[in-house]
Each structure stands twice: as structure tokens, then as C-alpha cells.
């Protein structure tokens, strides 16, 4: 079995996503600017130009100028095969040419006698640029030699942290515009996972603001993180705020972070598809208006079609009915657009595997698909909500390819309300502003928003695809004012010509036709059915049996101790997890974070994965009688 030792440094490449920031012109506080020494191979072009003129001048009349030329010739060429041979970038490649052509134009010039005044300021002037260019460090060079500085000033920062045992895995990445990434690990028989809640202690030690360092714990091995630092003048944004959006793929600003730097929206990435989004938020808390933002920047895209199923009856995209292809407010209507959605994207796959695409690719006549659901609460307590929550759930897996967008709007992120738990799931771009909910945890990482002040409109969370900053960190909704919103809505009038689903619309009708399926019942004001009734089966429920009672949680040091035990008794048939949660009464999470993890880093735990569920055993026969780590 490998050992987390055992990985080579460096053998996967940190995740986050870049982010292209104005590069930091001055050094981070505590860090010494960069000195920029002059190399020593910057004397090399006057050198070897004054030996050539020196040795032209005494070879003149001596020597055939076509064996000058064929000699300068081959001298350029050896510099260039070697250049090459020694993969040195195209920046250092350049420079070398540069001296060799010097050379061979000192040798040619003195050798033939046509040494005189213009001829030598020509030679001068070409020896003086090959002089520059090689005195001067590429900005390549500059960069690796920061990183290597910011390398060995680690050490120094681990102490800062009380967390000398942290250690580089190999050298600092660059990762361009978007900044570098420390990538550490810790000894064996230690893990590193808690080293994703001392953000704010890295902050500090590495003289960098608040929300430009991030921690990403390796997803594979509990000794390996990476700490991303994002560098950059973020009070000078370097981005315009409504950049030309041509591509429903372009990303779009639509949030400030607390200091000034601009929040993208990935709502379609290019050869990846579609990233659905929940937006949670009670009312006024900027939720519609994250919306609007995003329909006003691509409103120039040519490529994208807007289907809305309005919950809240027209209150804030009433006025935007003329501009989308399709429009509903009545829950009987919105499980028939479903079902239409549900048959778009079977003929999407279809037309995909003909084209051979692995990825849909928006076009004015293949557009991607965006549907809005507002106030998703208001279709999930109709008759139909079952019904568009479980067609929704069966297509949620299937939409990204074939660029199909859903964006969930609610004040109730819980249960039902966001029209199941798949589409919650498949939620890539949540946002979360005030909400009255406690326990609405809308972020992945559970992030409770209600420290957000009721009167704080469009303040959020949010993670979003691609954005590698502080989720924990607020940002505010970019408004936009009426005045804007009523010029997006003229410009929007008249792109509605796409009409994606109309071909398959006639389809479904036909089959519910000759099948006998039609949609559910609806129920008026008096409780009335409102359809006709086929079969009226009677249910029968199971009756409710009482669950027994849990068993006393044992503490860490006896469910440890317990833990030991099992294993030596056991032998090589090994223990479950199941068999840990029936021992000890606690929960699996808790026994894989406390046991098993600590137990299989350290080495002294080997799993077997023969078994449908995975058996811990001890790793060698002496291992009984050696005692735990």
C-alpha cells in the first residue's frame, strides 16, 4: 500500500481557478524589493565585439569576404543550435542572436575596410543593443527568482503560524496574472486538514490582505494542501465594469467584493457547459437584483434564449415578458414547460451525437438556455410541485452538456422549496444573502448568513465557478437602475425569435394524446378538482414503529482505546465502519475523522477493499503488540 511519503512532490497541480488581477508592481509589506543584479554574460557582447574588430582589422585584405560572410553565418547558427539544445526560452534565444549578429557584423565590417564612421556607429549602435537586452532580465527570470525567494522565506512564515512541521512540497507555482500557490505537507502520522481554519493567521504572516490567501486541502491525501495567494492591486481594478459581452460564455461582473475587485458569473463555460445557480434571500435582500444584472450585460449576446417561470406573479420580471421565449406564472403551466424542457434536451443529446459534439456549442440558431425559476416556494406548494420537482430532478444530471441552465430563486433554501434536492446538488454558482432561516446552509462549506443585517440590501456569500476567493468574505450586488433596467428591456424586445422547444412541443402533445396521460388535477379556490378524475385508489399506511433508542456516545479516548481492541481481535478479516458506529454510538463522519484517518496516515492501518465495505486491519503482525501513535 502507498504511503503518503511515498508521493512524488508536486505530482498534481493545485485546482483553483485563475483570476487575471493587475500584477503587484510594489513588494508585499515585510518582503525586501527584488534586486536586480547586473549579469555578468552582459560584458559578453562588448567583449567578443572589440576581440572581432581587433582581429578584422588585422585579417583585413587577408581574407575572402565570401568566407567572412559563410563564417558570421555559421557562428549564427551555432548560437541559435545551441540556444535550443539548451531549451532556453524564446526571451534568452533572442539575446544570444542578437550578440552573435554583433559579432559576425564587427568581423565583416573591419575585415572588408569599410570601416568608417557609419559603418562603426552601425556596429556600436547593435553591440550596445545586444549589451541591453543581455544585461536585462527577462520578466520570466524576475518571476522565478521572486518565487524562489518566496520559497525561502516559507520556513519563517510556518513559525509565524506555530506550525514549524509545515514544509514545502516542492517549489512555489506560479499561476500567472492570478498570483502563486504554496504547496505544503506535513510529516507522516499528522494531518493537515486544520490548516483550512488558520487562513487568517497566513494572511498575516504572509503580509497579505484579507481574502487573498485561500487554503485547499488535497482531496486524496490528508499531508498535502496548497495555499493559494492572489496577488495584485485589487483598490485599482484594472477590469471595466460592463465589459462587451458577445458569448452568453463570457463572464460577467455582477458582484463587488468588499474591496472594490469584481465577482464574475460563470453561468456557461465553453467545453464545460452549463453551471446551475441557487440564489436564497429574503425579500429585498438583492437576489432579483443579481438577476437583472446579469440579463442586462448579456443582453449584446446573440447565443442565448430565457425561459422564466415567475413564483412571485409579475412583481419583478412582469416587465420582462416580452423579452424571453417563454413566460408562465401558473404552476399547471410551468410542469408543462418542464416536460417541454425534459424533450429539448433529448433532442439536444440527439443532435450532439450526430455532430459528434461533446459539448453543446451556442450559436444564434442553437442557442443555450437559460430558465429563471422565481420564488420556487410558490411551485413547490402547488398540486404540481411533485411532479416539476421530480422532472426536474431527473434531467438536473443531464444539463450541462447541452448548455441548459437552471437558476433557482428563493426565500426558503430548505426542503422542498428549492424544487429538490438534485437541483440543489447540482448547484455550481450559489449565492445566499439575509435570510430568516437558521438553518438554511445554501454555501457548500455551511456557511450560516444570518450575520447579515436585514437592512443590508444586496450584501451576499457566494461561491461562485472559477472564483477562488473567501466565500466567508461579503460582496454587494452591482445595481442596476431603473433607468438601465427599461433600456435592457427595449433592447431585449425582439430577440425572443429562437423559440427553443417549439419543434418537440407538438411531440408531447401527441404522445399524451394517444397514450391517455395528461397532467395532474388542479384544485380551485373552493378545493374543487378542476379535471377529469380516472381511478381514485385507496392508500394504506404502514403503521409508525418507534426507532430505538441510540446508544451513550463513548469519549475519544475510549472509543480509541475500544477502536485498538477491535482491531487486534479481528485479525486480517478487519473492522467496518458499521462496526465502529454500533461499538462507540457515535456517527460515521465523526469515527472517520477521530480513527480511521489518524490511524491509516500514520501507517499502522491498512484498509481492505475486497470487501463491499471497506475492512481496517492492522498493517503488520507486530503492530499488536506496538502501541498506537
Not at 101 to 107: D, M, V
Not at 219 to 237: D, K, M, P
Request: charged share 25%.
Amino acid at each position: 500500500m502507498s504511503r503518503p511519503g511515498d508521493r512524488p512532490a508536486m505530482s498534481a497541480l493545485p485546482r483553483a481557478g485563475a483570476e487575471i488581477v493587475p500584477a503587484r508592481r510594489t513588494p508585499p509589506p515585510g518582503q525586501p524589493a527584488a534586486r536586480r543584479r547586473r549579469p555578468r554574460r552582459a560584458a559578453a557582447p562588448t567583449i567578443v565585439a572589440l576581440a572581432c574588430l581587433v582581429g578584422g582589422i588585422a585579417a583585413r585584405g587577408r581574407v575572402p569576404l565570401i568566407a567572412l560572410v559563410a563564417g558570421g553565418v555559421v557562428a549564427v547558427l551555432v548560437v541559435d543550435h545551441t540556444a535550443r539544445r539548451r531549451h532556453l526560452p524564446p526571451a534568452g534565444r533572442n539575446r544570444a542572436l542578437a550578440a552573435a549578429l554583433a559579432a559576425a557584423a564587427t568581423l565583416l565590417v573591419a575585415a572588408t575596410g569599410a570601416l568608417n564612421l557609419v559603418t562603426l556607429g552601425a556596429v556600436v549602435m547593435v553591440t550596445a543593443i545586444a549589451t541591453v537586452r543581455l544585461s536585462r532580465p527577462s520578466p520570466a527570470e524576475l518571476r522565478r527568482e521572486q518565487l524562489d525567494a518566496r520559497a525561502a522565506g516559507w520556513q519563517a512564515v510556518a513559525v509565524a503560524i506555530g506550525e514549524p512541521h509545515v514544509q514545502l512540497n516542492g517549489p512555489v507555482v506560479d499561476r500567472g496574472a492570478a498570483g502563486h500557490t504554496y504547496p505544503v505537507r506535513v510529516p507522516k502520522g499528522m494531518t493537515i486538514d486544520h490548516l483550512a481554519r488558520r487562513v487568517d493567521e497566513l494572511t498575516s504572516a504572509l503580509g497579505r490582505r484579507r481574502g487573498e490567501v485561500t487554503v485547499e486541502i488535497d482531496a486524496e491525501w490528508h499531508t498535502l494542501a496548497y495555499i493559494h495567494v492572489r496577488e495584485g492591486e485589487t483598490q485599482a481594478a484594472a477590469e471595466v465594469l460592463d465589459p462587451p459581452i458577445t458569448s452568453c460564455c463570457d463572464p460577467l461582473p455582477v458582484l463587488r467584493m468588499v474591496d472594490g475587485a469584481l465577482c464574475y458569473l460563470r453561468l456557461f463555460v465553453r467545453d464545460i457547459g452549463a453551471r446551475n445557480m441557487l440564489v436564497a434571500g429574503t425579500q429585498g435582500s438583492g437576489k432579483t437584483s443579481l438577476v437583472i444584472r446579469a440579463l442586462r450585460l448579456l443582453v449584446k449576446a446573440p447565443d442565448l434564449a430565457i425561459w422564466i417561470a415567475d413564483g412571485a406573479k409579475g412583481r419583478d420580471f412582469g416587465v420582462w415578458k416580452g423579452c424571453c421565449d417563454q413566460y408562465t406564472e401558473d404552476p399547471k403551466a410551468f410542469y408543462g414547460l418542464v416536460l417541454l424542457l425534459e424533450k429539448e434536451i433529448e433532442r439536444r443529446q440527439r443532435v450532439m451525437a450526430e455532430r459528434g459534439w461533446r459539448v453543446w456549442k451556442p450559436s444564434r440558431t442553437d442557442p443555450a438556455l437559460w430558465l429563471i425559476i422565481e420564488e420556487s416556494k410558490t411551485f413547490a406548494d402547488s398540486p404540481y410541485g411533485a411532479e416539476i420537482a421530480f422532472v426536474l430532478g431527473k434531467i438536473g444530471g443531464t444539463t450541462r452538456a447541452v448548455m441548459v441552465e437552471i437558476t433557482v430563486i428563493t426565500q426558503y433554501p430548505t426542503g422542498r422549496n428549492v424544487l429538490g434536492m438534485i437541483i440543489r446538488k447540482e448547484s455550481v454558482n450559489r449565492v445566499c444573502a439575509h435570510t430568516e432561516e437558521p438553518d438554511a446552509f445554501v454555501l457548500q462549506g455551511g456557511q450560516n448568513t444570518a450575520a447579515i443585517p436585514a437592512d443590508a440590501h444586496g450584501t451576499v456569500y457566494a461561491e461562485l465557478y472559477g472564483d477562488d476567493r473567501d466565500p466567508r468574505l461579503p460582496r454587494r450586488v452591482i445595481w442596476t437602475s431603473d433607468e438601465d433596467r427599461a433600456a435592457t428591456i427595449k433592447e431585449w424586445a425582439g430577440m425572443q425569435a429562437f423559440k427553443v422547444g417549439a419543434e418537440v412541443a407538438y411531440d408531447i402533445n401527441r404522445e399524451q394524446a394517444q397514450s391517455g396521460e395528461q397532467p395532474p388535477a388542479a384544485l380551485d379556490a373552493d378545493g374543487v378538482v378542476d379535471g377529469e378524475v380516472l381511478t381514485v385508489r385507496p392508500l394504506r399506511f404502514e403503521p409508525v414503529r418507534e426507532a430505538p433508542a441510540p446508544r451513550p456516545e463513548m469519549t475519544f479516548q475510549t472509543a480509541r482505546v475500544t477502536f485498538q481492541d477491535m482491531l487486534k481481535n479481528a485479525g486480517k478479516a478487519g473492522v467496518t465502519v458499521k462496526d465502529l458506529i454500533e461499538a462507540t454510538g457515535r456517527q460515521r463522519t465523526w469515527i472517520r475523522e477521530n480513527l480511521i484517518i489518524p490511524a491509516t496516515d500514520s501507517g499502522w492501518v491498512a484498509i481492505n477493499k475486497d470487501r463491499r465495505e471497506h475492512a481496517y486491519y492492522l498493517a503488520d503482525a507486530d503492530a499488536a503488540r506496538t502501541p498506537a501513535p
